[in-house]
Each structure stands twice: as structure tokens, then as C-alpha cells.
């Protein structure tokens, strides 16, 4: 199901960039559509849980506005991903035990992003800096036999209660890239602003063991390829 709402909200974003190009005739447009992919490296960064950090995939399309007598360009940008992070838990019910494996999660994200590219060396080299929406299922374990364990740092937490966390989240990325002609590289960095893990302090679940509200934020590096038409 959350694999279906991903691809409706990729359909009502290409509408979007369609319609966005639509309005800016007055603009010479780059190399007009661009596909790229490449992969993720995936982290939570939290106080609350023990996590590790995973590998992942990445595709996207974008869509560049060339604005000749400026220093920068602008892009719009669709991207779906899965990501994968691990978090630290134990098989056992004491706290203090020593016993610590990570729980492989995954989840999908679609981001819709605008970003100004900033020409260092014209459009061969820039520094790429915008806002994004995100959209992104729940944390599903890649695993389920590790769905009884408890989550280190916690008393009766389990692996399997991390599942519901927010969907909608607002995030900023900064990268780079760079390229000549058809083919381009492109090194980003997307942190996320909200508290992605916001929803697990609204659920009915078992806290004891650390009093702290639940807390987290997006932290993604990911390295494509891209192609323009």
C-alpha cells in the first residue's frame, strides 16, 4: 500500500514540474530532463536509540531552469529511495545486559525538492542547496524474527513497535555536482528539520527505562549518476 501512495505522489509531482516548466518560457531551459541514480547511505540521529548506519538505493528525475544572467540555476526534483539503518536491541529482557544486535530496517522515502545550483566554474561545477517534502513509509524490519527483541535503552520496548513513525517530514539538502555534456556526478547531503520519530511518542507504548521524549532526524548521503536529455 505505502509503495502505491509513493508512486501517486510521483505522478502528481511530475504534473506539478510539468506545469512549473510551463510558466517560465521565458527562461532557456538546460538540457531539459535529467534521470539519475546511484546509492544512500542511511542514519537516524537520535539520543534515544543505538542505530548503525545502512546502504541504500536512490533514482530520481529532474528538471533545470538556465537563467543565463544569474549566477545560479534552478532544478526541480523527484527522487524515491530505500533506505536502510540499523537499531540496537537485545534478545533478552534485562537492561543492563551487555547483548547487543542491530535490527535492520528499511524504509521508502519520495522527496520533491527545489534547489538553486550555484555556478563556481558556469554550469560544469555547482553547489547545489534547496528545501524538500518528504513523504516516507513506516520503518519495516527486514527481519521478523528480531520482532520480540527489546530495544536497548528501554525496558519493554520492542523491535517491532518502531514500525509507526511520521510520514511527512521537511528536510534540506547541500551538495554538489559536477559534469559536462550529457553526464553529470552529484554528491548530497539531505538532514531532515522535523522529528521524524514524533509519532512513536503519540502511540500507547512502554517507555520505561529512559524518560526521554523520542526524538530523531533524517541524516542521508547519497551519490548518483545523472543523464540529461
Not at 535490527?103 to 519520495?110: G, L, N, P, R, S
Not at 558556469?122 to 547545489?128: A, E, G, K, M, P
Not at 511518542?201 to 529512559?210: I, K, V, W
Request: net charge neutral; with cysteine.
Amino acid at each position: 500500500m505505502q509503495k502505491k501512495q509513493l508512486i501517486v505522489l510521483v505522478a502528481i509531482c511530475m504534473g506539478f514540474v510539468t506545469m512549473s516548466f510551463g510558466q517560465h518560457t521565458r527562461y532557456k531551459i538546460k538540457n531539459g530532463f535529467g534521470i539519475y541514480g546511484g546509492i544512500t547511505q542511511y542514519d537516524i540521529i537520535t539520543d534515544n536509540l543505538n542505530t548503525k548506519k545502512g546502504n541504500g538505493w536512490q533514482a530520481g528525475a529532474s528538471a533545470t531552469v538556465d537563467i543565463p544572467h544569474k549566477w545560479y540555476n534552478v532544478s526541480y526534483t523527484i527522487q524515491l529511495s530505500e533506505n536502510h539503518v540499523g537499531i540496537g536491541a537485545r534478545p533478552g529482557i534485562n537492561p543492563l545486559s551487555l547483548s547487543e544486535e542491530f535490527v535492520d530496517y528499511k524504509i521508502f522515502t519520495a522527496q520533491i525538492a527545489l534547489l538553486m545550483h550555484v555556478k563556481l566554474i558556469d554550469s560544469f561545477l555547482t553547489i547545489d542547496v534547496g528545501p524538500m517534502i518528504q513523504y516516507n513509509g513506516d520503518m519495516e524490519m527486514d527481519d521478523k524474527k528480531y520482532e520480540n527483541y527489546i530495544i536497548n535503552n528501554y525496558n519493554n520496548l520492542l523491535a517491532k513497535d518502531l514500525n509507526d513513525i511520521s510520514n511527512f517530514n521537511i528536510d534540506g539538502a547541500i551538495g554538489a555536482s559536477a559534469g559536462f555534456g550529457f553526464f553529470r556526478l552529484k554528491a548530497q547531503y539531505i538532514y531532515g528539520f522535523t522529528n521524524m520519530l514524533n509519532k512513536l511518542n503519540d502511540s500507547d507504548l512502554d517507555l520505561t527505562g529512559n524518560d526521554k521524549k523520542i526524538k530523531g532526524n533524517q541524516s542521508m548521503f547519497a551519490f548518483t549518476a545523472m543523464i540529461t536529455f
